[in-house]
């Protein structure tokens, strides 16, 4: 855990004269889930497209497993780390097996055609996420927690050492966030993929990874362990203008967090 899968250093963004992210600085191990939390508005988003050159007006240093950003086509940078996008309702006229296959493009060149590694791929990809039994339905009949594990599913089809996830159980009925949470999580300690998300969910999302990142105004307030930010509750607060109730769960004892009502 040593290697650096990500590494970034007084990131800003500035987006129609406003700043959205200021000097934002932290490093991510090989192998480590990272959190990113913070309330509405705080850069989070924002801070996780930067990370795969998605949006202009980004400044600072970002290095992926050590190697400049800049330096990488948007190709190489899909072989090392692959997106999930928050859940929404486009349509998307393909079987599901046709859209993990065009997650196989960075492995491709523009006229080569798809070859039996593409398919192997996607195949162990289907698989390892439960999704083998959607291969030939539609995309757009798929329930939402189905489409997003599909979405999973392709981003795991790449292949890639970083999967990124902008709020994955967003729009998720309760079975759905369980078995989506469970899926990433499998992936990570199994397969030691580094995964950073961006989540609203304290207790499923933030405090059982391996480390979190706080965002608030733009601005990097807590970067630790669960364990760390668990024991400064004024941190925590801090973060969201709201005090919590800090409860063990009955059955694993687990700490769990919950806004205290009636607040001012």
Do not use: W
Not at 48 to 69: A, C, D, N, Q
Not at 111 to 119: E, G, K, P, W
Not at 221 to 236: D, N, Q, S, V
């Amino acid at each position: 855990m040593s290697n650096r899968a990500f590494q970034i250093e007084d990131l800003s963004v500035t987006a129609g004269g406003a700043v959205i992210l200021r000097n934002v600085t932290f490093d991510v191990a090989e192998g480590e889930s990272l959190a990113i939390i913070g309330p509405n508005g705080a850069g989070k988003t924002t801070l996780l497209r930067s990370l795969m050159r998605m949006i202009p007006g980004v400044s600072g240093g970002i290095r992926v497993f050590g190697r400049p950003l800049a330096a990488c086509s948007q190709r190489e940078l899909a072989r090392m780390v692959s997106y999930v996008p928050q859940a929404e309702g486009r349509s998307l006229p393909f079987t599901v097996r046709e859209f993990m296959l065009m997650a196989r493009y960075p492995h491709m060149s523009p006229f080569s055609h798809l070859t039996a590694r593409d398919n192997e791929a996607v195949d162990h990809a289907m698989e390892r996420t439960g999704v083998t039994a959607f291969a030939h339905r539609s995309m757009d009949t798929l329930s939402g927690g189905e489409r997003q594990k599909v979405f999973v599913a392709a981003a795991l089809a790449q292949e890639p050492r970083a999967m990124l996830l902008d709020e994955p159980t967003t729009f998720l009925d309760y079975r759905h966030q369980v078995e989506l949470l469970e899926l990433v999580e499998r992936l990570h300690r199994e397969g030691g993929l580094t995964v950073i998300s961006v989540t609203h969910d304290l207790n499923q999302g933030a405090l059982a990874g391996d480390r979190v990142l706080a965002l608030r105004q733009g601005q990097t307030t807590f970067h630790g362990t669960p364990k760390e930010l668990l024991a400064h509750p004024e941190i925590l607060s801090g973060i969201y203008d709201t005090e919590f109730d800090y409860i063990t769960h009955p059955h694993t004892g687990a700490t769990i967090v919950v806004p205290v009502k009636g607040q001012p």
